[in-house]
């Protein structure tokens, strides 16, 4: 197969394929020119290799002794150390980019995002962490390395080089999901229980665009779940998971059937997934700075007790972070949009809240209105 031509790599799979096909996924996996034998006992093993080095010898497919590892017990597959613990970064890559100086230019940018995003999996807020230096690559922007960007670059390589091991998912137990919502990215990692101890398989995160951060706090949250599902889609179809979050509404949510037309939409794409949601404690819901429970997967952090307040936890978050930005009636009016009518004295409280303030300004009719509307 000549270098060079842009369906080369197809065409040499199918080729793999053709040849390996009753073997691939039993006893063998094949990846390009990466061949992979494997079982459980030596015995077995040696011979699901025997029956492979066969199967080369009747198609006259040669093979590169050099590059050749017999009955090894880990081993680097496609820049990951495989072995029994689990998926590990390869150290000699993270050696390299641990030595790189901060980038100088937006060419440097992306290359180191390009070599450190290869293993995003490993680094729970990876979007998060990078922005300040993904800013950088917007058009018509000065380039200004600052101390943002710097902290962000030496974040990322020390999470590198701290990267945790990662499990090879069980088929036959259920998958957890955690998802965290902030106000310019979302966020999940996926993982099971090992002995009631919590392990990741996979992190995830990815920043949302200006108008996605317009959204409210129920309908963020709502969008980390559904990115999450969506990331982790091969996992989760056709298996039972448990998805937590710190955000006590959306549990309420799957069963309305007349909610807001974006939340439906939602709510629709994730009805093909056999799941159930779990409320974390909000106060002390270690996912929120974005997952960070899982920096030890060996504590338990999570209470399976049901809270019966709808909107407290999202209440005492806004206390302790001192944020003053969401008027009071927000998660009323968010979570009864469209099937709620407000009347009585809360009707009154609202339209005094949005009118007789010293900081409304006391406008007419149509403005305040508007105002009740816009909140």
């Known amino acids: 197969m000549p270098f060079g031509l842009c369906n080369a790599p197809g065409t040499f799979q199918r080729c793999m394929m053709a040849i390996f096909h009753d073997m691939i996924e039993r006893t063998?996996?094949?990846?390009?020119?990466?061949?992979?034998?494997?079982?459980?006992?030596?015995?077995?093993?040696?011979?699901?290799?025997?029956?492979?080095?066969?199967?080369?010898?009747?198609?006259?497919?040669?093979?590169?002794?050099?590059?050749?590892?017999?009955?090894?017990?880990?081993?680097i597959v496609l820049g990951h150390k495989i072995s029994k613990e689990g998926i590990e970064v390869d150290k000699a890559k993270i050696e390299v980019i641990s030595k790189l100086p901060h980038p100088m230019t937006v060419k440097g940018i992306?290359?180191?995002?390009?070599?450190?995003?290869?293993?995003?999996?490993?680094?729970?807020?990876?979007?998060?962490?990078?922005?300040?230096?993904t800013h950088l690559l917007e058009k018509n922007l000065p380039f200004i390395f600052s101390n943002e960007c710097i902290q962000a670059f030496r974040t990322l390589k020390d999470k590198l080089t701290k990267a945790p091991i990662l499990i090879t998912p069980n088929w036959d137990q259920p998958f957890e999901l955690m998802c965290d919502a902030s106000d310019f990215a979302v966020g999940a990692?996926?993982?099971?229980?090992?002995?009631?101890?919590?392990?990741?398989?996979?992190?995830?995160?990815?920043?949302?665009?200006?108008?996605?951060?317009n959204y409210t706090t129920t309908e963020k949250e709502m969008l980390a779940v559904v990115y999450a599902v969506e990331k982790f889609r091969s996992y989760l179809i056709m298996n039972k998971s448990i998805i937590y979050t710190d955000h006590s509404a959306l549990k309420y949510l799957f069963a309305k059937k007349d909610a807001k037309?974006?939340?439906?939409?939602?709510?629709?794409?994730?009805?093909?997934?056999?799941?159930?949601?779990?409320?974390?404690?909000?106060?002390?819901?270690?996912a929120a700075g974005h997952l960070s429970c899982l920096e030890n997967p060996?504590?338990?952090?999570?209470?399976?007790?049901?809270?019966?307040?709808?909107?407290?936890?999202?209440?005492?978050?806004?206390?302790?972070?001192?944020?003053?930005?969401?008027?009071?009636?927000?998660?009323?009016?968010?979570?009864?949009a469209g099937n709620f009518i407000t009347?009585?004295?809360?009707?009154?409280?609202?339209?005094?809240?949005?009118?007789s303030r010293p900081t409304e300004g006391h406008y007419g009719a149509s403005y305040t209105a508007k105002k009740v509307f816009d909140s």
């Open 261 to 286: 037309a974006r939340l439906l939409h939602w709510i629709l794409l994730l009805q093909e997934f056999d799941f159930k949601v779990i409320d974390t404690r909000g106060a002390e819901n270690y």
């Open 28 to 75: 063998i996996e094949v990846f390009m020119h990466d061949f992979f034998v494997f079982e459980n006992s030596f015995s077995t093993c040696l011979t699901n290799l025997e029956n492979m080095l066969k199967r080369c010898e009747d198609t006259k497919l040669a093979l590169n002794w050099e590059k050749s590892h017999f009955m090894v017990k880990e081993g």
């Open 298 to 336: 060996y504590e338990n952090v999570f209470d399976p007790k049901e809270i019966n307040e709808a909107f407290l936890l999202e209440t005492l978050n806004k206390i302790a972070h001192n944020d003053p930005s969401t008027p009071w009636y927000a998660d009323l009016a968010n979570y009864h």
């Open 189 to 213: 990692v996926l993982g099971q229980r090992i002995k009631k101890h919590f392990r990741p398989i996979h992190y995830a995160s990815k920043t949302i665009n200006q108008a996605k951060t």
């Open 110 to 133: 992306r290359s180191f995002l390009g070599h450190a995003g290869f293993y995003r999996r490993f680094i729970k807020d990876f979007s998060k962490i990078s922005r300040p230096m």
């Open 343 to 355: 009347k009585g004295q809360e009707a009154i409280d609202i339209l005094k809240a949005c009118h």
